[in-house]
């Protein structure tokens, strides 16, 4: 069995964008015909330079692949860039419970400020 590579696939169906049909390197060799060895059951799409996605309808391998890299899933990078994004969510609520907490203490009675005309002459009736 072979491991699908991005070259390998680019190199099956040729530099292009689109839709393709190719032999699955996984499962096709060892198919039980000749003819079944030779049928295109590996679906790919490439929409990009440098990554495509793949279904096989026989060993039901899918995916995606990106040229130069593996599909492997770094989890320690998405786990990096959660925390990040935690830490400045954190941030960002921390900055909106100061400016509250300032408006807050900045605050006046309303009683003889034109805020309460305009509530008692335009919007009460
Ligand atoms: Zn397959």
């Not at 072979?2 to 390998?8: K, R």
């Not at 032999?23 to 059951?41: F, G, M, Q």
């Not at 990554?51 to 692949?65: A, D, P, Q, V």
């Amino acid at each position: 069995m072979e491991a699908l590579s991005f070259d390998g696939i680019i190199s099956t169906i040729g530099n292009k964008f689109g839709k393709f049909d190719a032999v699955c390197p996984l499962c096709s060799a060892s198919r039980s015909t000749a003819e079944k060895r030779i049928r295109k059951v590996l679906r790919v799409w490439r929409e990009a330079e440098d990554f495509l996605t793949y279904h096989c309808i026989h060993c039901g391998e899918k995916g995606w692949l990106r040229r130069g890299g593996s599909s492997v899933i770094d989890f320690e990078r998405i786990e990096a860039a959660r925390r990040e994004a935690e830490a400045r969510d954190l941030e960002a609520r921390s900055r909106r419970t100061l400016r509250a907490r300032y408006l807050w203490r900045a605050s006046l009675p309303i009683q003889r400020t034109p805020a309460e005309r305009y509530l008692r002459e335009v919007r009460v009736s």
